[in-house]
């Protein structure tokens, strides 16, 4: 029977990370996975493969639109297989490089499923059937996520397919109708509509990016409508049904009304994940969880069962791979005996569309809710010198600044490269930093980040550019 100070349930984001830092640490580590590689979703069927498609996808577009006003022209002709290959090579790049630091780390692997017997005692089913009972003097729970399904409609991953099925298609659909307007609708659907499918997105809410700013939700609606990607909002799908080769997509007024049918090659279904806490024995060991389905943890990530913890995706908060990174440093930290803590407040959030939308920190909206006094500084791309350059003039940059402090309460961006601009803010946000600090800090010229500069100048209503 192996014994060690911690053993992890899960090779994900949350999972690798905290293994890793806990060895950083001392601590004698093993790690349970039931995936043939690391990485859990976000780097074998998420985050990188949906990332690699969304940069190819994007430059095939660019090439047969854009290059010709500079001068370079060319007729760009799609290789589905090899684009596709692109995206496995990817995938299989980031997830040698996990194994690889698990050798480093000295961190042993059991390939198979998990399942807690109670505190301080784990039973590993391996791929071949057999068993075996691991101790540990803790347990981590960073199993993630899984697809949530739509009642009374079957994924297939051929003809309805989640994100998993979305990203292996083997040719580009005519049709594509996307169920969920959120970021992982908006993202896959933007692939497949750049490679010459017809996509329409159907939300049951009357706008897109539910939780985002409001006005870089519109905005980006604008820009993707723009694009070709058309929008039934206010609508809630109630079947699917084949029609030959297609699939017949029933909608109506989530308010009620007169039922619709939209016909599709392709059916994705994008409404959400949820937590994947299944064959982990957690009630059995009383492990409590909440009415969604996750792990009930405290201040310091322990559930109710002393030396049995959780992290990531099965616990609240955003599912976002970065929270469980930061999560899983910060536990291990802390059962180090150090001071491992997660700034809440300051995860940004990034939608990977073209062009980007990224935030972090409060929305006007929440600020609204809370009757919290702010003032606001926004400056377009259309007034960048770089963005202009770059024929990349879509989209702004807007601070939130406490009306009475002058702190950032918020920064929300749509535009060329938000996902990496976004940083700045985070970090000032991190050192409670003020409006007036980021428009005195010099940004080189020219570049994107000197919107941001701008909208924090603008919040005193002193932008120079505009």
């Not at 660019?62 to 090579?89: C, S």
């Not at 770059?390 to 002058?406: C, E, I, M, P, Y």
């Not at 976004?422 to 800090?441: H, K, P, Q, W, Y």
């Amino acid at each position: 029977m192996a014994t060690y100070d911690l053993i992890v349930i899960g090779a994900g984001p949350g999972g690798y990370v905290c293994a890793i830092r806990a060895s950083q640490l001392g601590m004698k580590v093993a790690i349970v996975e039931k995936r043939p590689r690391f990485g859990g979703t976000c780097l074998n069927v998420g985050c990188i493969p949906s990332k690699a498609l969304l940069h190819a996808s994007e430059l095939y577009d660019e090439a047969g639109h854009a290059f010709a006003d500079m001068g370079i022209e060319v007729k760009p002709k799609l290789n589905l297989p090899q684009m596709l290959a692109f995206k496995d090579d990817a995938v299989k790049g980031n997830t040698e490089g996990v194994a690889y630091l698990m050798r480093k780390n000295k961190i042993d692997h059991f390939h198979g499923t998990g399942r807690i017997l109670g505190p301080g005692r784990v039973e590993v089913t391996f791929i071949n059937g057999e068993q075996q009972e691991v101790d540990a003097t803790s347990i981590v729970i960073a199993t993630g996520s899984d697809v949530a399904q739509l009642p009374g409609i079957e994924i297939d991953e051929k003809a309805i397919v989640s994100s998993t099925g979305a990203l292996s298609l083997e040719k580009v659909p005519k049709r594509m109708v996307v169920i969920g307007a959120g970021v992982i609708g908006l993202e896959l659907g933007s692939v497949w509509r750049r490679l010459g499918s017809e996509v329409t997105v159907v939300e049951y809410l009357d706008r897109i990016l539910p939780g985002n700013d409001l006005e870089v939700a519109k905005q980006l609606q604008r820009l993707l409508e723009k694009q070709g990607m058309a929008f039934k909002l206010g609508h809630k799908v109630t079947g699917v049904k084949k029609n030959g080769a297609a699939q017949a997509v029933s909608i109506e007024p989530a308010a009620g009304g007169d039922v619709d049918t939209l016909a599709a090659d392709v059916v994705l279904v994008a409404i959400g994940r949820v937590p994947y806490t299944r064959g982990l024995g957690l009630s059995e060991a009383g492990v409590q969880l909440d009415k969604r389905g996750r792990v009930e943890v405290d201040a310091h990530y322990q559930s109710n069962v002393p030396g049995i913890y959780a992290i990531g995706d099965v616990i609240k908060g955003p599912m976002l791979a970065h929270k469980a990174e930061d999560e899983g440093v910060a536990l291990a930290e802390l059962l180090a005996g150090q001071a491992g803590h997660v700034n809440y407040g300051i995860i940004p959030a990034v939608v990977y569309t073209s062009p980007e939308v990224a935030s972090v920190g409060k929305s006007e909206e929440e600020l609204q809710a809370k009757g919290v006094a702010y003032n606001v500084g926004k400056f377009p791309f259309t007034a960048n010198g770089r963005a202009k350059a770059n024929k990349q003039t879509d989209g702004f940059v807007k601070v939130l600044a406490d009306a009475a402090t002058d702190r950032v309460l918020g920064v929300h961006m749509v535009g060329a490269n938000a996902s990496e601009i976004i940083a700045e803010a985070a970090v000032l946000m991190e050192f409670g930093g003020s409006a007036e600090d980021l428009a005195r800090t010099c940004h080189a010229h020219p570049t994107l980040t000197e919107a941001v500069k701008e909208a924090a100048l603008a919040v005193e209503k002193r932008a120079i550019h505009m």
